[in-house]
């Protein structure tokens, strides 16, 4: 059984004893067994761990974990220290550079987690080589759950939607008291279309102290 060990245990106890999520974890052995899998099990759950769902202040929805090895460690675009930062994540740290001034000097981003940026991939898992490759295996089950739960929420959430795939769980998130704010992915390929410009850092932080929440440091 997971064991996060704060109060997402409670939170998301009935989806992770779902029929889905067994036959989830009955393929993940399966996978973890015959491929290289990413991250590594012990880190699939990092994100929550880091954020417990009180903290949460922003939540940044990626896709799947990176498929390269050394990379993935349970936080959307975030790698290990020490890593080269992918090119997604150097046009992040692009963005916060010309919105906020800040040069990111990590492409370790748990310092975020740790002040309240839940880094939540929709697909935990990733066989090597292969994105999107757990995709539809039940882990969805999962996270739109997590969205679920943060949207229920009376404190206010700044929602990151960056890119067609996270701007779809646009749905899951109703409560008023939310704010979303919606870009194309920073990938090089998208990342001219609307995400350059978007000043989504600072846009969080307005909406935060304007609500008496501290803001985010976005230094990593």
């Not at 009935?14 to 974890?25: C, N």
């Not at 090119?87 to 800040?102: A, C, H, V, W």
Request: glycine share 6%; hydrophobic share 40%.
């Amino acid at each position: 059984m997971v064991y996060i060990g704060n109060s997402w245990d409670e939170l998301l106890k009935d989806v992770l004893s779902s029929k889905t999520y067994l036959e989830l974890r009955e393929f993940l052995k399966s996978e973890y067994s015959k491929y290289k899998i990413y991250p590594d099990m012990h880190d699939i759950f990092n994100a929550l761990k880091a954020t417990d769902y009180n903290a949460v202040k922003a939540v940044i929805i990626g896709q799947d974990p990176y498929h390269g090895p050394g990379q993935a460690h349970g936080f959307c675009f975030s790698v290990k220290e020490g890593v080269p930062a992918p090119p997604s994540l150097s046009n992040i740290f692009k963005e916060i550079k010309d919105d906020l001034g800040i040069e990111c000097a990590s492409p370790c981003l748990q310092k975020w987690a740790e002040r309240g940026v839940l880094l939540l991939n929709a697909v935990l898992t990733v066989r090597e080589g292969l994105a999107n490759s757990h995709r539809g295996r039940g882990w969805e089950s999962v996270t739109d759950c997590v969205i679920t739960k943060l949207n229920e929420r009376e404190t206010p959430v700044v929602f990151l939607l960056w890119g067609s795939f996270a701007r779809a769980k646009k749905e899951l998130i109703t409560n008023p008291k939310h704010l979303i704010l919606e870009a194309a992915h920073p990938s090089p390929l998208s990342a001219h279309n609307s995400f350059f410009g978007s000043r989504h850092f600072s846009k969080a932080n307005k909406f935060l102290s304007e609500r008496g929440i501290e803001p985010i440091d976005w230094s990593t």
